[in-house]
C-alpha cells in the first residue's frame, strides 16, 4: 500500500512486534463493532474495550477514527489480494489458443475465491459486514479511492481477459465488460444484501454445504455466461 495510517511516532525500540499485534488486535475489534454499526454510530470506547486497549491507543495507533477504519479496508484488501493472487496467476496461464473450458475454469475459480473470502467463516463474515457497510455509506475521499480502483481495477481485469478470450471478443469491448459485470455481479444480492437474501433462503449463514451450493450455482450461471450460444 502506497500511504500508511500508522502512528505518527514509532514505538520504542524492541516493541515494533508487540505494537504490530496491537495494531492488528485493535484493527480486528474495529471491523466487527464498524461492519455491526457503520462509521458514524461506531464507539471508540467499545473499538478500544473490545480490543483490551485504553481509548488512546487509538489516537496512538491510527490518528483517530478515520485513520482506523481506513487501516480496516487496507487490511481486508491487502489479504483479499494474498487470496487471489494463485487464481490470478492460474488466470494469466491461460493462453488464446486453450479451449474455452480452461477459461471457465480459471473464471469460476477466482468466483470460487471470492465467494470464499466473503462468506467462508466466521471472521470473514465481519469482513464482509465491514465492505457492505462501507458501499452503503458511499466511501469517499482520495485514500479510499485508490485501493477500490487498485482492487476493482485488477479483478475486472483478470475478468475480463479470461470472458474475451472465452467468447472470442476483445477484453476491452463493451460486451465482455457487461459480460464480466453480470458474472461478477452474481454475489451482489449474496453479499450486499446478506440478511434478506439469508432470511428468503431459510438459511442462517452460507457456510459449510449452503456455500458449496452457492458456489456450485455461481459456476453454473458463469458457464451459462460464457457459453457461445448465450454469447452472440
Given at each position: 500500500?502506497e500511504?500508511?495510517?500508522?502512528p505518527?511516532?514509532?514505538?520504542?525500540?524492541?516493541?515494533?512486534?508487540?505494537?504490530?499485534?496491537?495494531?492488528?488486535?485493535?484493527?480486528?475489534?474495529?471491523?466487527?463493532?464498524?461492519?455491526?454499526?457503520?462509521?458514524?454510530?461506531?464507539?471508540?470506547?467499545?473499538?478500544a474495550?473490545?480490543?483490551?486497549?485504553?481509548?488512546?491507543?487509538?489516537?496512538?495507533?491510527?490518528?483517530?477514527?478515520e485513520?482506523?477504519?481506513?487501516?480496516?479496508?487496507?487490511?481486508?484488501?491487502?489479504?483479499?489480494?494474498?487470496?487471489?493472487?494463485?487464481?490470478?496467476?492460474?488466470?494469466?496461464?491461460?493462453?488464446?489458443?486453450?479451449?474455452?473450458?480452461?477459461?471457465?475454469?480459471?473464471?469460476?475459480?477466482?468466483?470460487?475465491?471470492?465467494a470464499?473470502?466473503?462468506?467462508?467463516?466466521?471472521?470473514?463474515?465481519?469482513?464482509?459486514?465491514?465492505?457492505?457497510?462501507?458501499?452503503?455509506?458511499?466511501?469517499s475521499g482520495?485514500?479510499?479511492?485508490?485501493?477500490?480502483?487498485?482492487?476493482?481495477?485488477?479483478?475486472?481485469?483478470?475478468?475480463?481477459?479470461?470472458?474475451?478470450?472465452?467468447?472470442?471478443?476483445?477484453?476491452?469491448?463493451?460486451?465482455?465488460?457487461?459480460?464480466?459485470?453480470?458474472?461478477?455481479?452474481?454475489?451482489?444480492?449474496?453479499?450486499?444484501?446478506?440478511?434478506?437474501?439469508?432470511?428468503?433462503?431459510?438459511?442462517?449463514?452460507f457456510h459449510?454445504?449452503?456455500?458449496?451450493?452457492?458456489?456450485?450455482?455461481?459456476?453454473?450461471?458463469?458457464?451459462?455466461?460464457?457459453?457461445?450460444?448465450?454469447?452472440?
Amino acid at each position: 500500500m502506497e500511504e500508511h495510517t500508522g502512528p505518527r511516532r514509532r514505538p520504542p525500540a524492541g516493541g515494533y512486534a508487540r505494537g504490530d499485534l496491537k495494531r492488528v488486535k485493535i484493527i480486528e475489534a474495529a471491523l466487527k463493532v464498524f461492519g455491526e454499526q457503520g462509521y458514524e454510530q461506531a464507539s471508540t470506547r467499545q473499538i478500544a474495550r473490545d480490543a483490551g486497549v485504553n481509548p488512546p491507543a487509538l489516537q496512538y495507533y491510527f490518528n483517530g477514527k478515520e485513520g482506523l477504519h481506513l487501516a480496516c479496508f487496507e487490511y481486508i484488501a491487502a489479504h483479499l489480494a494474498r487470496a487471489l493472487e494463485p487464481v490470478y496467476a492460474a488466470a494469466d496461464a491461460v493462453e488464446p489458443g486453450d479451449p474455452p473450458g480452461k477459461m471457465a475454469d480459471a473464471l469460476c475459480d477466482i468466483m470460487d475465491t471470492l465467494a470464499d473470502y466473503l462468506f467462508g467463516a466466521a471472521q470473514l463474515e465481519g469482513w464482509s459486514r465491514f465492505i457492505a457497510r462501507g458501499v452503503g455509506e458511499g466511501w469517499s475521499g482520495q485514500s479510499y479511492e485508490a485501493r477500490k480502483q487498485n482492487l476493482a481495477g485488477k479483478l475486472h481485469a483478470k475478468c475480463d481477459r479470461l470472458v474475451g478470450l472465452a467468447t472470442g471478443c476483445p477484453a476491452t469491448d463493451a460486451l465482455t465488460k457487461l459480460r464480466t459485470t453480470a458474472i461478477l455481479g452474481q454475489l451482489t444480492p449474496f453479499h450486499l444484501s446478506r440478511d434478506n437474501t439469508l432470511a428468503t433462503l431459510g438459511w442462517p449463514d452460507f457456510h459449510g454445504e449452503r456455500l458449496e451450493m452457492l458456489k456450485t450455482t455461481l459456476r453454473q450461471h458463469t458457464r451459462a455466461i460464457l457459453d457461445p450460444k448465450s454469447a452472440r
